[in-house]
């Protein structure tokens, strides 16, 4: 069964859905999890949660600030993405799930997607309550996926835009925007990939008709200081799993291989046929849900 749920993140009001554990008779183990970059809730993650909680898992899932059905805090610009305060946005989730008498609040699990993935393991490594953890198709550099991007259309948002824009921004100017997504090779946008247009444009018409396709420049800016792969390392003794499209050119399959390397025991990597987005549908989804099912069963059931 699925609820309607909100919570307080200071100041910023989220908003998502509780799934309650299938056929659990007491306080269940529970899953928290939201959605990449830009992404909101109903971009897929319902199935997700649909696989956790048959396999008898609670799951709370929740839009990030200023995305989706979530609120931003007084002041702050929608549609602004701040990895940290994302990050924190996941502990603020955890707090609400462990506040549930549906959840049992000493067996926690976080998952993510992309640049939650990266969130994720961040939360793993900083949080004890974290029990496990799952990342798919995790971002893991700022710097390396930006030049990622820069190579695909030199076009990338670059430094100077980033001051102008914070310039702007101190003299009460509106925060400067771009699209997500598009296809004319003469504009800027923040994710200009081919497989990103085509998923995000799906998506929209198909799942979410209100996806925006507009995000912040400080967006751009913020997250090419992120480097959540450095947390790696630190999230040992918590079970960490990585699920890995061996074709993401967009995060770099290869660059999360490699710093799944750094990480310690437990830990388990899976890889995906495909690119960034082929774990959302087909036979992808099957592997990529089936493996976080069970790695979460693993670690937050046994006693």
């Excluded at 940290?84 to 603020?92: A, G, I, L, T």
């Excluded at 496990?132 to 990622?148: C, E, K």
């Excluded at 751009?220 to 390392?233: A, K, Q």
Aim: proline share 7%; charged share 20%.
């Amino acid at each position: 069964m699925r609820h309607n749920i909100e919570f307080d993140a200071e100041g910023a009001l989220l908003r998502g859905w509780f799934y309650e554990a299938e056929g659990a008779s007491g306080p269940a183990p529970c899953v928290v999890m939201a959605h990449g970059w830009t992404s909101t809730k109903h971009m897929y993650l319902d199935r997700f949660a649909e696989v956790f909680a048959a396999a008898g898992l609670a799951v709370l899932v929740f839009d990030n600030r200023g995305w989706g059905d979530s609120e931003t805090a007084p002041g702050k610009p929608r549609h602004e993405i701040d990895p940290w305060e994302q990050v924190r946005d996941y502990q603020h989730a955890i707090t609400c799930a462990q506040n549930r008498p549906e959840v049992d609040p000493d067996r926690i699990g976080v998952w993510g997607t992309s640049f939650s993935a990266g969130h994720a393991y961040v939360v793993a490594a900083i949080d004890r309550r974290v029990k496990a953890v799952s990342g798919q198709a995790p971002f893991i550099s700022g710097r390396a996926t930006y030049a990622n991007l820069a190579r695909v259309d030199n076009r990338v948002v670059g430094p100077e835009q980033f001051t102008a824009d914070r310039r702007a921004r101190a003299l009460g100017e509106p925060a400067a925007t771009v699209p997500v997504i598009g296809n004319d090779p003469g504009e800027l946008v923040g994710l200009p990939t081919p497989d990103s247009y085509d998923w995000f444009t799906h998506a929209r018409a198909e799942l979410d008709p209100s996806w925006p396709n507009e995000v912040t420049l400080r967006s751009i800016d913020l997250f090419y200081g992120y480097e959540p792969g450095r947390y790696l390392p630190d999230i040992t003794p918590t079970p960490l799993l990585m699920i890995v499209g061996s074709e993401d050119g967009l995060t770099g399959g290869n660059l999360a291989a490699a710093a799944y390397q750094t990480a310690s025991e437990p830990k388990k990597i899976v890889f995906l046929p495909g690119g960034h987005f082929d774990a959302y549908t087909g036979a992808g989804f099957t592997v990529a849900s089936r493996a976080a099912s069970d790695w979460f069963l693993e670690h937050l059931t046994a006693r």
